[in-house]
């Protein structure tokens, strides 16, 4: 059973950084991917990035030039940086894990981000 903890959430001001950070735990898949969603409130949950076992990497446009996506080699561990963050930032970030023949999806619990004006 594949578990997902995340961290690295935080309240931060507008224009500062924050980096994310989230392990899949139990992974025994040799192709997968990883990534981040987000959902603030009375919004739909938003993908942001997306990165796979062989680090290809794939961004939705809302993220891009702002959020990097990176990944451990070691052990299934993603990263996600914000930059430049602002208020229509904050949201309850969720890691996700994806892997398996008839795909599956695991979630983590989600880390708030709250950014200040």
């Known amino acids: 059973q594949v578990q997902l903890a995340e961290s690295g959430g935080g309240l931060v001001q507008s224009g500062e950084s924050l980096r994310l950070s989230c392990t899949a735990s139990?992974?025994?898949?040799?192709?997968?991917?990883l990534g981040w969603y987000r959902q603030a409130p009375g919004k739909e949950r938003e993908e942001l990035a997306t990165?796979?076992?062989?680090?290809?990497?794939h961004y939705a446009n809302s993220a891009k030039g702002r959020f990097t996506i990176s990944k451990d080699n070691v052990e299934s561990t993603i990263y996600l940086h914000l930059d430049s963050l602002t208020p229509e930032d904050t949201a309850t970030y969720f890691c996700f894990f994806r892997a398996g023949k008839i795909p599956r999806t695991w979630w983590g619990q989600g880390t708030q981000v709250t950014v200040s004006s």
């Open positions: 139990g992974n025994h898949f040799s192709m997968w991917t």
């Open positions: 990165i796979t076992d062989t680090g290809f990497t």
